[in-house]
């Protein structure tokens, strides 16, 4: 049967301000092919290709590419796509360059002299890999994206590049196959489906507009997050892996006079990765499970319990009983996931699907949590799958499969609590875009600072603008205490507080309780159950890397709610998005001795001074 491949070609200027170029490159064994129609010694190639801008989205099109073979045959190895080249007008470009990595580096990074950034959608890591399929850079003038409108990930680079002691940024589609091909006479090689967009502002705008088309013309459909989604949360997690059952239930009376809503019970009930039945140390099994749940509900609260499916430790009970679930890889070795010192499960065997059924009903309906932790970089992506229990034509349809496993889980537990919460948290990685309709509640996913934090939310809010998005727990945030980034930005807020004492194992700690954490947490929920900024809509009126201090604005109910962020700010902020004919009441709505002022809508400048964040509520007065 003739193999159909796939190639993107995108060409665009830079906000108008380079010149369109529209370059690709097939690397074979017998030419290196940069023009088309390419002749050379008996070899022809022909380019067929149409660009068609969106109607009513404006500086979008979408692009359709074929190659014909009209000459002797040519074996092809890579394609290099899409390459676009522009010329900066300042020391620094802005990017996005959403792929994963166990470096868990920022979404958004300058771009500079001598930078360079592979971005490659498969694994980099035998456990991390997955992304959103498009990249976007930006000046102040505007930004460009290139990227795919196909409805499953696929495995391709997006590399950026700014060479040094060159005068220009470039970004490309690259994609190599698996094995060289040999393309006959007559043969085609149809192209993914791909986009050219110039933009205003930054990656928000890019990814806004790619999310959008993809839920009108690609079949994905977001969930809508339930009530239950914002509301604030406690992990168990300060007790870390030995937590106890008392432990749980004696922070419950705390909990609750704090205000939260749910518990997350976390890592270390389970006998292994794997073998997910409770350890030694619950040994009353369903029972000592049902314990904390009944304790939970007694409380007026609910509980997710953390799962990281899809991985199995070596030796345990299931993969001596089912060893047909392994992915295995083209060696027909495992794949490995390093976190867990756990091995990956196929994410599209049936006996994985059956096991997992087995699962979600021991957690939501004997042991009656009310929603799901999922957790785990390895759950972004895999490698291919060579195993005879995936029953798949192409074992590279693995990593594309594999969200209708978290399609299947979702179904699933929402069929036993019709109102559950399912959280997927791919630690440190950029997320599949394609993991986003299997959910109804994101996560800032391990963030290495509050700047991720802010920086994610910005990300979820432009793809998935009413998903319900959680900022993990305050601890990870710069000083630990960092509810300002969680609030100002629309995010639900979470801890992971320890009550009376620490369990006398924890190792990151000490994460203990203290009166004056205790007046914090008080001081935000107050704030946030207020004002309820989680359920907002996102504005996007600052470009990120070139408008000081960082800002993020979020409209609810009759206001609009900024939030600056610097290490330290004295001077002038504009305020955008207000009515030049109105005039607003500003007040420092978090501030200990909250100020109020006017503000003109015709001149929205204030004067500020500052240290780590300013947030400010303005409501008009007229």
């Not at 099994?285 to 409380?299: E, L, P, Q």
């Not at 300002?484 to 320890?498: C, L, N």
Request: hydrophobic residues 35%; aromatic residues 12%; charged residues 25%.
């Amino acid at each position: 049967m003739r193999k159909l491949f796939y190639i993107i070609l995108v060409a665009a200027a830079f906000a108008a301000c380079a010149p369109r170029t529209d370059t690709e490159r097939l690397v074979c064994e017998e030419a290196d092919m940069q023009s088309f129609p390419f002749s050379e010694n008996g070899m022809r190639v022909v380019k067929h290709r149409t660009v068609t801008p969106v109607e009513g989205v404006e500086g979008l099109e979408v692009i359709e590419t074929y190659f014909v073979n009209e000459g002797k045959p040519v074996t092809v190895k890579a394609y290099e796509l899409c390459r676009t080249v522009v010329t900066p007008e300042d020391t620094v470009v802005w990017s996005l360059q959403p792929s994963s990595s166990a470096e868990r580096l920022d979404w958004v990074l300058p771009v500079t002299e001598g930078f360079s950034k592979e971005n490659y959608l498969g694994m980099n890591n035998t456990d991390y890999g997955g992304g959103i399929p498009m990249v976007d850079i930006w000046q102040r003038n505007g930004g460009i994206a290139i990227g795919l409108f196909e409805p499953v990930l696929k495995m391709i680079s997006m590399p950026v590049e700014w060479k040094r002691y060159g005068k220009q940024v470039s970004m490309a589609l690259r994609y190599t196959l698996p094995e060289p091909v040999t393309l006959a006479a007559g043969d085609t090689m149809q192209c993914f489906k791909a986009f050219r967009l110039t933009h205003k502002g930054d990656y928000f705008n890019a990814l806004r507009v790619f999310s959008q088309y993809m839920q009108t013309h690609e079949n994905i459909h977001m969930q809508p997050s339930e009530d239950e989604s914002f509301e604030p949360v406690w992990c168990a997690w300060g007790y870390e892996r030995t937590f106890t059952i008392d432990e749980v239930v004696g922070t419950l009376d705390k909990v609750t006079e704090l205000g939260f809503k749910w518990v997350d019970v976390d890592d270390g009930y389970q006998i292994a990765e794997g073998d997910w039945k409770t350890n030694s140390r619950f040994p009353g099994g369903d029972k000592d499970m049902r314990r904390i749940t009944n304790a939970v509900h007694s409380h007026g609260l609910k509980a997710k319990l953390w799962w990281a499916p899809l991985a199995a430790d070596p030796g345990t009970q299931i993969l001596k009983e089912h060893p047909e679930m392994l992915l295995r890889t083209a060696e027909w070795a495992p794949e490995f996931i390093t976190w867990w010192d756990s091995w990956y499960l196929s994410p599209v065997s049936q006996a994985t699907d059956a096991y997992t059924s087995d699962l979600l009903k021991m957690f939501l309906d004997t042991w009656n949590f009310d929603g799901l932790k999922i957790d785990g970089q390895h759950l972004n992506c895999c490698m291919p799958d060579y195993g005879e229990t995936a029953e798949l034509d192409d074992p590279w349809e693995a990593p594309e499969k594999m969200p209708v496993y978290f399609e299947k889980v979702y179904q699933q537990a929402r069929a036993y609590k019709p109102h559950a919460v399912v959280q997927v948290c791919p630690c440190g990685c950029a997320v599949n875009y394609f993991l986003l309709p299997h959910i109804n509640q994101a996560v800032a996913s391990d963030p290495m600072s509050s700047r991720q934090v802010r920086m994610k939310r910005k990300a979820y809010a432009a793809m998935t603008p009413d998903l319900a998005y959680y900022g993990d727990h305050v601890e990870l945030t710069d000083g630990g205490t960092d509810f300002a980034s969680q609030i100002g930005t629309g995010s639900v807020i979470g801890t992971k507080f320890t009550y009376p004492a620490d369990n006398p194992d924890v190792t990151d700690g000490p994460f203990v309780l203290t009166p004056e954490k205790e007046a914090l947490i008080r001081k935000w929920m107050a704030i946030y159950k207020e004002h309820d900024l989680a359920r907002g809509e996102y504005l996007n009126l600052y470009t990120w890397g070139f408008d000081y201090p960082e800002a993020h604005v979020i409209r609810q109910h009759d206001a609009l709610y900024y939030a600056f962020y610097a290490d330290t700010f004295d001077g002038t902020i504009e305020l955008r998005g207000l009515e030049a004919d109105k005039h607003y009441t500003a007040v420092e709505y978090t501030a200990d001795e909250p100020k109020q002022y006017d503000v003109d809508g015709a001149h929205p400048f204030i004067e500020a001074k500052f240290e780590k964040n300013y947030l400010l509520q303005l409501k008009p007065t007229d």
